[in-house]
């Protein structure tokens, strides 16, 4: 496990951005029943772990794409991250609607992005992939190049691993499911019993139930 990867999962499961209950499993929008919980807004209230954040991001976009000319954030969790980063940066920001806005202009980019600019996407979690993966195809539709995205945490799914190798756009996160398991477990957060189910969930989250 990287440092950074064990300092953020630290600091989100913390702040309570992140909660495991394998024994109270939460239901997401989608319907699934999940032993885990992410909700990395939070850390926009905690001053030092938001600054800690942007400046783990930004770090990473100098190291890997010192020629990025945008950022875009995807739209509502990064949009507030994404424009922390674009201004340590000193860069254009834009954010990207799940669909297109029913009135006015009907954009679904909000901002000044011009065609053939190079863009790194902020996300702040992925799940499946698909609503970020679709903000990507919208700046591609635009003209624009997507250098690849980097986002706060991921659960790992293989459908999103899957999804992402097939669009053919670079992941890379700040957290992994994995590391919060790991500083879970160490810090007495689960027991070793619970991770049987974690990982099992993790597996097919979609058909997953408690006691499965």
């Given at each position: 496990m990287?440092?950074i990867?064990?300092s953020?999962?630290?600091?989100l499961?913390?702040?309570k951005?992140?909660?495991?209950q394998?024994?109270?499993?939460?239901?997401?929008?989608?319907?699934w029943k999940?032993?885990?919980?992410?909700d990395?807004?939070?850390?926009l209230?905690y001053p030092q772990?938001?600054?800690y954040?942007k400046?783990?991001?930004t770090r990473l976009?100098?190291e890997?794409?010192?020629?990025?000319e945008v950022?875009?954030?995807?739209?509502?969790?990064a949009?507030?991250?994404g424009a922390l980063?674009?201004?340590?940066?000193g860069?254009?920001?834009?954010?990207?609607?799940?669909?297109p806005?029913?009135?006015g202009?009907e954009?679904?980019?909000e901002?000044d992005?011009?065609p053939?600019q190079?863009?790194v996407?902020?996300e702040?979690?992925?799940s499946?992939g698909g609503?970020?993966l679709?903000a990507?195809?919208?700046?591609?539709?635009?003209?624009?190049?997507?250098?690849?995205?980097i986002a706060?945490?991921?659960?790992g799914?293989?459908?999103?691993i899957?999804k992402?190798?097939?669009?053919?756009?670079?992941?890379?996160?700040?957290?992994?499911?994995?590391?919060?398991?790991?500083?879970a477990?160490?810090t007495n957060?689960i027991s070793?019993?619970?991770?049987?189910t974690?990982?099992?969930?993790r597996?097919e989250p979609?058909?997953?139930?408690p006691?499965?």
């Amino acid at each position: 496990m990287k440092i950074i990867e064990k300092s953020v999962a630290e600091k989100l499961l913390k702040i309570k951005a992140i909660k495991l209950q394998p024994n109270n499993p939460f239901t997401w929008a989608s319907g699934w029943k999940s032993p885990i919980y992410c909700d990395n807004r939070k850390t926009l209230s905690y001053p030092q772990i938001r600054n800690y954040v942007k400046i783990e991001l930004t770090r990473l976009i100098l190291e890997m794409y010192p020629d990025v000319e945008v950022i875009a954030g995807v739209a509502t969790g990064a949009i507030a991250q994404g424009a922390l980063v674009a201004d340590a940066l000193g860069l254009p920001f834009v954010y990207v609607r799940p669909t297109p806005k029913g009135h006015g202009l009907e954009n679904m980019i909000e901002g000044d992005l011009r065609p053939k600019q190079k863009v790194v996407v902020i996300e702040d979690l992925i799940s499946t992939g698909g609503s970020s993966l679709k903000a990507v195809e919208a700046i591609r539709n635009d003209g624009s190049e997507v250098l690849g995205m980097i986002a706060i945490f991921t659960y790992g799914f293989p459908v999103s691993i899957q999804k992402f190798a097939q669009a053919k756009v670079k992941l890379t996160t700040l957290c992994t499911y994995d590391a919060v398991l790991s500083v879970a477990l160490s810090t007495n957060y689960i027991s070793s019993d619970d991770i049987d189910t974690l990982q099992e969930w993790r597996k097919e989250p979609s058909v997953w139930s408690p006691g499965k």
